[in-house]
T-cell receptor, first 114, second 111 residues
């Protein structure tokens, strides 16, 4: 257990539905990252927050994706009008902004769009 | 952008040594991480190199050459539980310490 928790662990949804995932980072970590990982590939960066500010979004993050971190603690990632290509593992990680910047990953949410 | 290459798959025998190479091209290099990931689980931290040289941690060692854009992870005295994917990732300055990963190397340890 790394201290980063993600819910749900698994989600199966029908194409066109909206889904929302939650990430609770390590409490003292001010940086929070979202990554997407497909089978046999390394994780791909989606977006990150420093406290409540979303500082960068990847080009991979289409308009159907939105992420929030309203109070600088937990974060949510929402996918609207899901497509089969959204099927992947969505990983959250947290770290400090300075000092020991090692990123700790959650167990991920595996999304299957049918 | 960054370009990170590592072999897709490697097979080794229990008790042996395996070396996983990683090459990268990036500007503003600020460190290289190795993570281990078992199937269906989160990546877990193995090592971090920011200066040239070898970092040793028990059975695992990691080496970095910044001038060559090259790193390797050395796994000694392989155990069956070492069968996993090994991810090489770099961070760059002024990029929020986000990790850019290679595709990962699947290591299969055989008895």
């Amino acid at each position: 257990d790394t201290g980063v928790s993600q819910n749900p662990r698994h989600k199966i949804t029908k194409r066109g539905q909206n889904v929302t995932f939650r990430c609770d980072p390590i409490s003292e970590h001010n940086r929070l990252y979202w990554y997407r990982q497909t089978l046999g590939q390394g994780p791909e960066f989606l977006t990150y927050f420093q406290n409540e500010a979303q500082l960068e979004k990847s080009r991979l993050l289409s308009d159907r994706f939105s992420a929030e971190r309203p109070k600088g603690s937990f974060s949510t990632l929402e996918i609207q009008r899901t497509e089969q290509g959204d099927s992947a593992m969505y990983l959250c990680a947290s770290s400090l902004a300075t000092g020991n910047t090692e990123a700790f990953f959650g167990q991920g949410t595996r999304l299957t769009v049918v | 952008g960054q370009n990170i290459d590592q072999p897709t798959e490697m097979t080794a025998t229990e008790g042996a040594i395996v070396q996983i190479n990683c090459t990268y091209q990036t500007s503003g290099f600020n460190g290289l991480f190795w993570y281990q990931q078992h199937a269906g689980e989160a990546p877990t931290f193995l090592s971090y190199n920011v200066l040239d040289g070898l970092e040793e941690k028990g059975r695992f060692s990691s080496f970095l050459s910044r001038s060559k854009g090259y790193s390797y992870l050395l796994l000694k005295e392989l155990q069956m539980k070492d069968s996993a994917s090994y991810l090489c990732a770099v961070i760059v300055r002024a990029a929020g310490n986000k990790l850019t990963f290679g595709g990962g190397t699947r290591v299969l340890v055989k008895p």
